[in-house]
C-alpha cells in the first residue's frame, strides 16, 4: 500500500546506522510505502543539535540510540513516529513524545537471540578466560591457567524479558542451575518449563555463581548494581552485564574487582560509550566489548524489517503491537496518506 498523495509522499529519517548500511527487505517496505527517505548524513550518531536538524519537516524517524529528546521532537512538528531499532527507549523522551502526538515503536524480541548468545560466550569467556589466554598466546606467552565448568553452576537472570528467557534456555542447555528475579514474577507453568527459580535480587545475588543483567534502564534500576549489592555476591562470582551501562555502579565495581571481592564481569555496554579515558575496568578480570550484543547479521535484519513494519503501520493510521505508548492522534492518518 503506498502512502504517497498528491501532497507529497511521507518523510522519513534513518539515522540508526544499523538499518541504512546493509541492503534488504526493509529497504523494499519504505519503498513500497512510497516513503521519500532522508539518510542522516552524520559520521557517527548524531548528537542532540544534529537530530533536530535532520529530523526537521519529516513525519517519521527509524532510530537507534541517538537522543531523541524534547527539542529534537519539537524540531519537526509534523513527525508521526518514532521507530526505534532494539527495545530501549532510555534515549527517546517518551512523554515529550506523547505530548506531541508521536508514537514511538520498538522492535521487541528481534535481538532476543543475538544477546542471549553474546551472555552465554561471556560466560563460558569468563568461566574458562578464553579472550585471556588468546591475548597471551599472540604474545608468545604459553601459560595456562585453570578455569571452571558452568555446568552445576548457578546463573541469575536478573529481568526474565524475551532475552533473559532465551539466555535460561541455553544455559539450561549448559547444565547450569537457573535463578530469576524480575517486578513481574513469570507463571509458574513458565517457570517449569524454563527451568527458572523465582527470589528477590538481593537473594539471587547471594546464591549465583553468575549475575546477567536482563534489566531495562529505567530511574529505580539506575545503580541497582552497587556497593550494597556487590557485597552480596560471593568473592568468587562474576557479573555479566549486556543491558545497559548505568545498571551498574562503575566504581562500585572497578574497587571491588581490585579488591578481589568480586571474581570478574564481563561488560557489553557502559556508562558512557565509548568510556572516558583512562578506563578504571580495562582490568585483566573484566571482558570489554563494544555493545555489540545486537550486532548479528540475522538480529539487524530481523530489526530493520520490523522497524520499518511498525513506522508504516503508523503512518497508514494503524497500531502496531510494538507501540509503547497511545498519543491522541496515533489513530488518524498522517496528512501526506
Not at 578466560?129 to 608468545?140: E, K, L, N, P, T
Not at 513494519?309 to 493510521?317: H, K, S, T
Amino acid at each position: 500500500m503506498n502512502l504517497g498523495d498528491p501532497a507529497g509522499p511521507p518523510t522519513v529519517l534513518v539515522s540508526a546506522r544499523a538499518f541504512r548500511d546493509p541492503p534488504g527487505e526493509h529497504w523494499a517496505i519504505l519503498e513500497e510505502a512510497g516513503c521519500a527517505v532522508k539518510l542522516s548524513p552524520s559520521a557517527g550518531r548524531p548528537n542532540e543539535s544534529e537530530m533536530a536538524e535532520q529530523i526537521a519537516g519529516c513525519d517519521g524517524a527509524i532510530v537507534g540510540t541517538e537522543p531523541v529528546t524534547a527539542r529534537v521532537i519539537a524540531a519537526a512538528p509534523g513527525l508521526r513516529v518514532i521507530s526505534r531499532l532494539g527495545v530501549g527507549v532510555d534515549n527517546v523522551d517518551l512523554d515529550a513524545a506523547t505530548d506531541a502526538g508521536v508514537v514511538v515503536t520498538v522492535t521487541a524480541g528481534a535481538n532476543a537471540v543475538a544477546v542471549a548468545e553474546l551472555a552465554v560466550g561471556l560466560i563460558l569467556d569468563l568461566a574458562r578466560g578464553i579472550s585471556r589466554h588468546d591475548a597471551r598466546a599472540r604474545q608468545g606467552e604459553w601459560r595456562r591457567e585453570v578455569g571452571a565448568e558452568v555446568a552445576g553452576k548457578t546463573l541469575g537472570v536478573v529481568g526474565a524479558g524475551r532475552i533473559g528467557r532465551e539466555l535460561a534456555i541455553r544455559a539450561r542447555a549448559l547444565g547450569m542451575r537457573l535463578l530469576y528475579t524480575d517486578p513481574r514474577r513469570l507463571r509458574a507453568e513458565d517457570e517449569a518449563v524454563l527451568g527458572l527459580g523465582y527470589l528477590p535480587l538481593e537473594d539471587l545475588l547471594r546464591a549465583s555463581d553468575f549475575v546477567s543483567l536482563h534489566a531495562p534502564l529505567t530511574a529505580e534500576t539506575v545503580h541497582m548494581i552497587g556497593r550494597e549489592q556487590i557485597d552480596l555476591m560471593k568473592p568468587t562470582a562474576y557479573l555479566v552485564n549486556t543491558a545497559r551501562g548505568e545498571l551498574v555502579d562503575e566504581a562500585a565495581l572497578a574497587a571491588a574487582l581490585v579488591t578481589g571481592r568480586l571474581a570478574g564481569a564481563a561488560l557489553d555496554v557502559r556508562a558512557a560509550e565509548p568510556p572516558h579515558a583512562p578506563d578504571r575496568l580495562c582490568l585483566d578480570s573484566v571482558i570489554l566489548t563494544p555493545h555489540i550484543g545486537s550486532h548479528t547479521t540475522e538480529a539487524i535484519l530481523r530489526m530493520s524489517v520490523a522497524a520499518a513494519r511498525n513506522l508504516v503501520a503508523v503512518l497508514r493510521g494503524e497500531r502496531p503491537s510494538d507501540a509503547l505508548n497511545d498519543p491522541v492522534r496515533s489513530a488518524k492518518p498522517s496528512p501526506s496518506c
